[in-house]
């Protein structure tokens, strides 16, 4: 297949390129039926997470003063990216990057010096993100979970729901209500805590659901967690403003990850198409089957150069709120439409757990849901690139 920007000198540059090969050759050693077999057990890439660690590439955002690598997006997408393209699953890892972005705009310099080195050096994970709530869904002004100021700290109850990654995290990030949300502005009142799970005892309740994909998350009961006034992020009542630069963050991630699975939709698919013969003549000389290929290759490297562009003008300090959301939607959409191409391209083995592409087919469809749907991109885009009325 004549090749994508993957390893494109013209759009990375040379330092991005060298980067994508050393994750390539990473990921080369956790093959697809190390992937496989983890799905089919529902278990955490626990080897596979500790090898990005070694690698440092999970301390990829922070900065150098604090033992990471101090790298910008382009290069934090380029890592996630590859990841997914050689056929494995970012999603359990993801988080460190996109939750960190909170902590480094607006967290004091006790609490970065304090945890950004050993989250750096591997010895504590920063991988959990708890907004979800079962009564407020995609209206995060309605959680109901509460910080209440006790003496030197705060005390949180509440529940949660769909949080990921938490029983493999010593560290989370969490939101909750500080103020009735009559009192002012709906988006006033919420503050961002780090708590520490290690200490958080028989406060913190995890119920783990089972997904479509292998992917580790919760239901959390909170009942009485104390956390400490250090570990309020930012200012008080002001947690929703300080999670919006980190969900932009997260939409280019995530587009970056949706472009390496469409590539690997793509190129596996193509590569079947090429030596499977049907009626004596292979099979991808059917237009029938090049053309969802040759669309879906279309739209997914259309939406890599959005990615691309989103994370430019992240990394340069620039509004990119259009460009994440909508680099977000087209991945999203483009990796769902080469997955169906793909497993139609496949026939019956695309079903088949031992071609890996039903797998994958389950993993990338959660993006166009998670971490924001779709349709939420769009009314995004409706309000505040066209200036219609706000919808919901
Ligand atoms: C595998 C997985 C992992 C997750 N991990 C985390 C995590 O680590 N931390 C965390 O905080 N959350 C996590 N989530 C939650 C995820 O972010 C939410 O599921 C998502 O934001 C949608 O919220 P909801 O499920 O409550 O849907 P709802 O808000 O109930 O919406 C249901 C559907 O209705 C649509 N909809 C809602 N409002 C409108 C509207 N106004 N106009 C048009 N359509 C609308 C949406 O598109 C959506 O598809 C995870 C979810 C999954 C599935």
């Keep these: 297949m004549s090749a994508g920007p993957g390893l494109d000198p013209f759009t990375d540059s040379p330092e991005i390129v060298q980067l994508r090969r050393e994750v390539r050759a990473l990921c080369m050693r956790f093959p697809d039926a190390y992937w496989r077999d983890l799905d089919r057990r529902r278990e955490y890439p626990a080897a596979f997470v500790q090898a990005l660690t070694n690698a440092g590439w999970l301390a990829a955002l922070i900065p150098t003063q604090y033992g990471g690598l101090g790298y910008g997006l382009r290069e934090a997408a380029a890592i996630l990216q590859e990841i997914n393209q050689s056929g494995g699953y970012a999603?359990?890892?993801?988080?460190?990057?996109?939750?960190?972005?909170?902590?480094l705009r607006h967290g004091s310099e006790e609490q970065k010096s304090r945890y950004l080195p050993?989250?750096?050096?591997?010895?504590?994970?920063?991988?959990?993100f708890?907004?979800?709530?079962?009564?407020?869904?995609?209206?995060?002004?309605?959680?109901?979970?509460?910080?209440?100021?006790?003496?030197?700290?705060?005390?949180?109850?509440?529940?949660?729901?769909?949080?990921?990654?938490?029983?493999?995290?010593?560290?989370?990030?969490?939101?909750?209500?500080?103020?009735?949300?009559?009192?002012?502005?709906?988006?006033?009142?919420l503050s961002l805590f780090l708590v520490d799970l290690r200490g958080a005892g028989g406060s913190i309740t995890p119920r783990p659901l089972r997904?479509?994909?292998?992917?580790?998350?919760?239901?959390?009961?909170?009942?009485?967690?104390?956390?400490?006034?250090?570990?309020?992020?930012?200012?008080?009542?002001?947690?929703?403003?300080?999670?919006?630069?980190?969900?932009?963050?997260?939409?280019?991630?995530?587009?970056?990850?949706?472009?390496?699975?469409?590539r690997w939709f793509i190129e596996r698919a193509a590569g079947y198409a090429k030596t499977r013969e049907v009626f004596g003549r292979p099979l991808g000389s059917n237009q029938g089957i090049q053309f969802p290929l040759a669309m879906a290759w279309a739209h997914v490297e259309s939406a890599d150069l959005m990615a691309r562009r989103a994370a430019t003008r992240f990394d340069a300090g620039l509004s990119c709120g259009a460009e994440?959301?909508?680099?977000?939607?087209?991945?999203?959409?483009?990796?769902?439409?080469?997955?169906?191409?793909?497993?139609?391209?496949?026939?019956g083995h695309g079903f088949n757990a031992e071609h890996d592409m039903e797998r994958k087919f389950r993993e990338t469809r959660l993006y166009k849901v998670a971490p924001v749907s779709n349709n939420l991109v769009l009314s995004y885009l409706a309000q505040h690139v066209l200036g219609l009325p706000r919808s919901y």
């Design 324 to 347: 994440a959301n909508t680099a977000k939607l087209l991945a999203s959409e483009a990796s769902w439409a080469a997955a169906n191409a793909a497993v139609d391209t496949l026939g």
């Design 91 to 103: 999603g359990p890892a993801h988080a460190q990057m996109y939750v960190m972005g909170a902590l």
């Design 130 to 189: 708890a907004v979800t709530e079962p009564g407020a869904g995609t209206d995060t002004t309605r959680i109901e979970t509460v910080a209440v100021r006790d003496g030197d700290g705060y005390v949180i109850t509440g529940r949660k729901i769909y949080i990921s990654r938490v029983q493999h995290s010593d560290l989370m990030v969490l939101l909750a209500r500080t103020s009735p949300r009559e009192e002012h502005r709906p988006t006033a009142g």
């Design 211 to 262: 997904m479509l994909m292998n992917n580790e998350t919760n239901e959390l009961t909170i009942d009485g967690l104390r956390v400490p006034a250090g570990n309020l992020i930012g200012s008080e009542g002001m947690g929703f403003r300080h999670i919006l630069d980190g969900w932009n963050a997260e939409r280019i991630l995530i587009a970056a990850e949706c472009v390496g699975d469409g």
């Design 118 to 128: 050993p989250i750096a050096s591997g010895e504590l994970r920063l991988q959990a």
